[in-house]
């Protein structure tokens, strides 16, 4: 795949036009049967969401959680592919994991001194590339960090605004 002569014609039209550049990405959640699980629209693909099992969900589906890190390691995953392709790094394989770690008590509320949320995320680039040079490896990593949407969010949350829309009862 030539990913720069593909990328070519929308660096042109974004440079020309900023505005063509900005999107708003959209994902809706929405009932289900179970307080314990939902639907997230993303648009393009329905997901199922469940409560964690440490939480009184069924366990069987992914959780907010799971999806968190899930966006973060596709993110990162696709990112250091395309950086890699962009730079010709030669590389045989890439694997990106993605761990966080959670105090339930937090969530559940029984702890009022444990934060909800993850306190940790570890990601790990696993990249297999013999014939690449310490230096093209050294910018692999700091390209791929810089570019990752998901993981560039993370380190530098953007302000989060919420509206409630909700009718009152009788």
Not at 12 to 25: F, G, K, V
Not at 61 to 69: P, R, V
Not at 105 to 125: C, E, N, Q, S
Not at 144 to 150: A, N
């Amino acid at each position: 795949m030539d990913l720069r002569a593909l990328q070519k014609p929308l660096k042109e039209q974004y440079r020309s036009d900023a505005r063509a550049s900005q999107i708003t990405l959209r994902a809706k959640g929405s009932q289900t049967d179970a307080p314990v699980s939902c639907a997230v629209d993303l648009g393009r693909a329905i997901y199922k969401a469940e409560a964690h099992k440490g939480v009184g969900g069924a366990g069987a589906g992914a959780c907010s959680g799971d999806l968190l890190l899930g966006a973060l390691a596709a993110c990162a995953q696709i990112t250091c592919q395309m950086v890699a392709t962009a730079m010709g790094v030669p590389t045989n394989s890439i694997e990106v994991t993605v761990e966080g770690d959670l105090d339930l008590r937090g969530t559940l509320g029984i702890a009022k001194d444990v934060p909800v949320g993850f306190t940790g995320i570890r990601v790990r680039f696993d990249v297999e590339a013999p014939q690449a040079t310490a230096e093209q490896l050294r910018a692999l990593q700091e390209k791929t960090e810089q570019y990752c949407v998901v993981m560039q969010t993370l380190l530098h949350p953007p302000k989060i605004e919420a509206t409630w829309a909700a009718e009152p009862l009788g």
